[in-house]
């Protein structure tokens, strides 16, 4: 059904060029050139739209700005803005990416500014009913990745959306998280079929008998750290209620931890010496890790940064991106979808539950 | 609309009785006796439905061997077991606190055989639509008990039953947990009340007409563990791999902790130094230190332990279940339920939920 893959751009050499809203980010302006010069450093081309008086310093072969004072915040309604407010930076970056003159959009704003503009100006791929936000989960020691999705894009799912996750997180864990045949779990409260919401339940049954991807079955919320799958797939509102429990738990221990070693003069000794041990753990759960969420089902690429993201933060939502494009994450989506005919079937799959 | 409130058992000084399903714990027998006892020596008279070969050597003037051999296992359908199966210990305990000779059950086993035992059994109080499993959510250095309902009794829930949950947890944390006129959130994924799924938006609005409790809006997941309210409201499925996701995060990166203090020589004198000041937050993450979730919205008091408990968490169950005979937690709800007319306000408040 769909165009056949366009060759992805980036892969004849040239650098992939990113458009970056500067104006989402909350850090400072040295922190978010520090990242943006990271990312550069890694050729890739990168648009910032940005105060020219701000970043004007950032100019380079790599760097270009594109003067841009106007921006989304976090409270305005995301539909309403990104409709009636062109000239804001997501919109412009957005637009940058729809018009060819960049290859991918990242942005640490607003999260529901940054999919909307995306949705609206990068549009969903053929046969894709909804797209989705989708994230590495952090955990300590973890060797290979997970992805989750959907966490947040839509709060309300059918059944035959969550099967389209499941081959949206495949296709984007095997193309770009180096993860060749990915094991899908479905987040539920039991690992047999019959444990959890009806329309957990109606997904259990429609992914049991799909085709083209890995289904393993039920997965619970304690096998979230340490799991058997690559991939989870739950619905927008379970997802982001979990990345955030994951994220609020982690920092509670650690900072337990920190406080246990500020008690006393001998506990503070014991914390100086496990500290550098401790280093590895820090790493795993630090959310500038990964730089951030990607929006999944659209006809190009689009991160969703964390807005309380640092340097490293602010360089690897950018690195996402240009990796996205460059391992051609989108085309092989597309190939996905299109071999297993999942547009069709996860329709059919889910008819129950079409109101 | 309910019959007056009767006078809570154990009220005159008699020692409350719980009926104690043993063969649902998956510790050792001598852990097991070893909780019994515990609980037995602070005046809680417990009734122990496991073989008499086994648990004679308990008897005494408190405890009381009542010889049952059969059990309902985790992999047997709750419904159809507890209703064909008369002889198992999970009916006979809950049959005891129906006829009276015991005063709360409690239990380590199978979930859902305890859940449907105790609902068969005690009855739903007049006008609760649904009863919610509620427990005290863990957390490293909190000052306040949080309690989260529904972590699993129902899968699939209306607006409706989201709002009667904020009763049935409001009394349980005012009458049980010391938390006289507790704050209760919504757990969503943002603050804004038009934020989250069509139920959680639709339970908002409803929530914040309501009278008799303290309705403080939307939590989030992070909000879980250093939150602004005592009570926290969701639906079973939700709530469930939360829960789990809590449990789940908080001892990988325990883990995470102590394999760093086996890394060298360095970091294991390190731990050991610090290995005191973190004894606090292990016993704050300890599921032993609450013994287990509690079936609300009975006309009697249900505790589901935990299945993996030691001998703290088969005490702490077993003094949950007095507790609440104690503080008359049973009539206490349905006082404020009466008072607020929430039977009629939360169905009328949700009848665009109603299929």
Known sequence: MGAPAARPPGDSGDPVTVAFDALGAEAETDAVSEGIRMAAADDIAIRVFGPAATFAGLASDQVEIVDTVEMIGNDEEPVRAVRSRPETSIVRAAADVAAGRSDALASPGSTGATMTAALFAL????????????????APGRERPLLMLDVGANADARASHLVQFAYLGSAFAAAVLGLPDPRVGLLSVGTEEKKGSALVVEAHEALRGSTGIRFAGNVEGRDLIDPEVEVVVTDGFTGNVVLKTIEGTARAVGDA?????????????????LRPALGGLRADMDPDATGGAILLGLRGVAVVGHGSSGPLGIANQIRLAARSVREGAVERTEELIERSGVGRSAIRGAKGSES
Chains 1, 2 share one sequence.
């Open 123 to 138: 549009k969903r791929i053929r046969s894709v009913q909804r797209p989705a936000l989708a994230v590495e989960i952090p």
């Open 257 to 273: 931890v920190r406080r246990a070693a500020r008690s006393g003069p001998i506990a503070a000794t014991g914390g100086l010496l």
